[in-house]
């Protein structure tokens, strides 16, 4: 008996009972406080590991705007971008259409998206979603510029849809580039049909001989190959001038080997380069070491001022923030007994190969893309390209040469694109 006249058992009972209640009280929120930290580290998880993938399309649609930011169709692509990178139905997220922020003035583009995530253990503190945002912004380069020569096989045959093919994917490389814009800071473009000879009709003083109004007015512009070294590097005029070229030894046949359209040098303004690609016709014969060294003579700064153009274009090649690019299209094997040359078509691809080397030496960048050509061509633009890897396509389709300019485009404008959240 205790003194306040409670017995012990009593006592002890009433106290076992409302321990009993306070211990239960004390781990329900010990429970509660054990999930709550779960769901923070499980659910935590799943929000990182959404925002992550949020972030890898995200990212893959900015650059994507970035190349398309002066283009109409710039939300469109930014969508179809961003929902081909992100995987569907990802961790059940819902997730909001990405927006889309292009600033002209500084060409960027930031683009951002939120996405809500329905929650798991966080559930039973009253938390049943979560919401996870990514956003990026790509910067284009100030400065950055090229000078790109398109060196196009206009032969024979590439007549009816294949020339209309190609005309199509320059025209679309040429948009990438300039998107709605007339210019683009420090880019020129320069265009170089080629047959079994080029055009350089509007150069006649490169000519050796009298320049007659026979000549003024009948000649194709073909000028015939110079000889030794002169053939196959970019030693301008004044290091020796071309003869007119006359197969058989009648110059008036000149045009069945040739292209009828001129060489365009080096130029800023879109239209004209457009222009040009659209007046391409398919005539002549293949000689792709003749097109591209033409393609040298037009990036060489050993031409400056020479094309009429720009006193100041080509420019250096070291010149700082610049590159100098040419891609070379060709739909088949070199021909040079069509036109009456004396070399074989051996001989012409050595020539292309040492041309190939002496330009990438100087720094050129050389892309090759064989449209529907045999196969047995294909190492020798391999061998010239700056890097099989990346340079070098194979086209056995007009769909898959559509592919292959918008791919370079994409590569050249990426140069000059990046992330900078």
Known sequence: ???????????????????????????????TTLL????????????YALR?????????????????LYKDDLNETVQSVFAANFPPGAFDAVVDNPSVEPNLDTQ?????????????????????????HASSTTQSESGRGMELALVLDTTGSMSGSKIAALKSASRDLVDVIYGNRETVENVW????????????????????????????????????????????????PSGGKWTVFAPQGDWLKADQYCTSTSILPLTAEKTPILDKIQSMKASGNTRTDIGLVWGWRALSPRWRGLWGNDAALPLDYDADHMSKVV???????????????S?????????????????????????TITFQA???????????????????????TEQALAEAFGRIGGQLLNRNLRIVR
């Open 1 to 31: 008996m205790r003194g306040d006249g409670q017995s012990a058992p009593g006592f002890l009972s009433r106290l076992h009972h409302d321990a009993g209640g306070n211990v239960t009280i004390i781990v329900a929120l010990a429970l």
């Open 189 to 236: 473009i320069s265009v170089v049909p080629f047959a079994g000879r080029p055009n350089i009709k509007p150069w006649q003083s490169w000519i050796t001989g009298t320049h007659n109004l026979l000549l003024t007015y009948l000649w194709s512009g073909c000028p015939d190959v110079r000889s030794g070294s002169l053939a196959t590097d970019d030693t301008p």
């Open 343 to 367: 070399l074989t078509e051996a001989q012409t691809n050595a020539n292309l190969l040492q041309q190939c080397t002496a330009m990438k030496a100087e720094g050129i960048e050389i892309y």
């Open 108 to 132: 960027s583009l930031k683009v951002s998206v939120t996405a809500t995530l329905p929650t798991t253990l966080l559930r039973v503190i009253g938390k049943d979603r979560l919401q996870v």
């Open 374 to 396: 045999p196969s047995y061509v294909d190492p020798f633009y391999e061998q010239c390209a700056t890097s099989k890897e990346h340079h070098f396509i194979n086209a056995p």
């Open 36 to 47: 709550a930290a779960s769901g923070f580290a499980i659910d935590g998880l799943r929000a």
């Open 52 to 68: 992550a993938e949020l972030s890898r399309a995200v990212d893959a649609a900015a650059l994507a705007g970035g190349r398309s």
């Open 327 to 341: 891609i070379l299209m060709t739909d088949g094997e070199n021909t040079p007994w069509q036109s009456g040359d």
